[in-house]
Each structure stands twice: as structure tokens, then as C-alpha cells.
């Protein structure tokens, strides 16, 4: 039952570095979307995908890029690395709108350091 | 004003205890509401939707107050294994349907 993973699970970048953080699942789910957790604040959508082929933009995008070539992967690429990206990220799916079931299947989280 | 605001706690209670977190938002055109746990260094996990009616699963209660914009969670009989954060989640419904906006979470912990 893998769900959801994530991979860095940890990483360390120089300031200017560039990385992808891979996201995969294999529930057959349709949307898939970035988020990034901050301390003292709630999670913040970064991007998010409806099927493969199509992505769009949630409340914070600059400075991130993501693709979704299948079903199952949702990168996540950092270019030019700043350390206001300093975060927690995680990966999540859901089969189709969660407007009344709400539920979220999300990664382990991947712990980024941009120093 | 946030979008969806709670009180950080931390909330330090004996087991058997009530407790009751309360979750307030600000758009109110929000179509859904929701409860998520988040166990320290891990990742949110459903613990609860919240229906307008009121709705109770086992020792977990949820209210929610359209008018008032406010949601809450009781939890009932407090268990050592109910300390995590809760995060109350929104979802606002502006990006395709399917915009959640997370509270930055309310602390718990159940001490023996």
C-alpha cells in the first residue's frame, strides 16, 4: 500500500541550486497538487493538476515549476533556490473534486533547507 | 485577516478529559469544511468532514456556523493517542472546485 510518495525526504541547497522533488502515486487518482507548510502557518497550495497533461496555479507558484506527463508523477522543480523556500513540502492526490469528501492523500513530506 | 484562523494552543489536557477547538473563516462563499490530524513530523490525515447539521464520529464531535463562519471539534474522553495538531481546512472552492485553505493548526496534548 505505497499511496503516496514523496522523495527527498530530506535535502540541503545552496542558495541558486536547482532540484526536483518527486511525487508519485498509485491510487489511479486524477488531481494531484504541491503544497508547502511553513511553521506557524497552514499549508499553502502551490501548484496543483487535474489529469495528466494539465496543471495550474494555486495561492503561492512563484518560483516553482511542475509537469504531469502521467497519471501517476507530479514533479515539483525549485529553480534558482531561495531561502524563503526553506519549507516542508508535501505531495498530495484525490480522486476527483474533494468538495464534500474533503479527503487528501498526501506524501511523507519532503524537509527542504535552502541555506 | 486570515483566511481560515485558529488558536495555535498549545492545549495541555489530562486524558479523559473535553476539549473543544474552534476554527473561524473569512469567505463566506466556502462550500465545505473539514477537520485534518497531524500527527509531529508527519503528514495531515482526514480526520472529519463537517456537515451543516452538526456530526459526531465516536468521541469527535463537529459543529459548524454558517452564519457566524465558525467551525468547531469536540473531542470527548481525551486519549494519549489525541495529541497531534488539528488543522481545520476550508475549501473556498475558487481554483476549478477544489481549493483547500488550511488553519494553521491548534496543539494538542493529553497528558496521564
Not at chain 2, 30 to 58: A, H, I, T
Not at chain 2, 74 to 98: F, H
Request: hydrophobic share 30%.
Amino acid at each position: 500500500n505505497a499511496g503516496v510518495t514523496q522523495t527527498p525526504k530530506f535535502r540541503i541547497l545552496k542558495i541558486g541550486q536547482s532540484m526536483t522533488l518527486q511525487c508519485t502515486q498509485d491510487m489511479n487518482h486524477n488531481y494531484m497538487y504541491w503544497y508547502r507548510q511553513d511553521p506557524g502557518m497552514g499549508l499553502k497550495l502551490i501548484y496543483y493538476s487535474v489529469g495528466a497533461g494539465i496543471t495550474d496555479k494555486g495561492e503561492v507558484p512563484n518560483g516553482y515549476n511542475v509537469s504531469r506527463s502521467t497519471t501517476e508523477d507530479f514533479p515539483l522543480r525549485l529553480e534558482l533556490a531561495a531561502p524563503s523556500q526553506t519549507s516542508v513540502y508535501f505531495c498530495a492526490s484525490s480522486y476527483a473534486r474533494v468538495t464534500h469528501t474533503g479527503e487528501l492523500f498526501f506524501g511523507e513530506g519532503s524537509r527542504l533547507t535552502v541555506l | 485577516r486570515k483566511e481560515v484562523e485558529q488558536d495555535p494552543g498549545p492545549f495541555n489536557v489530562p486524558e479523559g478529559a473535553t476539549v473543544a477547538f474552534n476554527c473561524t473563516y473569512s469567505n463566506s462563499a466556502s462550500q465545505s469544511f473539514f477537520w485534518y490530524r497531524q500527527d509531529c513530523r508527519k503528514e495531515p490525515k482526514l480526520l472529519m468532514s463537517v456537515y451543516s447539521s452538526g456530526n459526531e464520529d465516536g468521541r469527535f464531535t463537529a459543529q459548524l456556523n454558517r452564519a457566524s463562519q465558525y467551525i468547531s471539534l469536540l473531542i470527548r474522553d481525551s486519549k494519549l493517542s489525541d495529541s497531534a495538531t488539528y488543522l481545520c481546512v476550508v475549501n473556498i472552492g475558487l481554483y476549478n472546485n477544489n481549493d483547500m485553505r488550511f488553519g494553521a493548526g491548534t496543539r494538542l496534548t493529553v497528558k496521564p
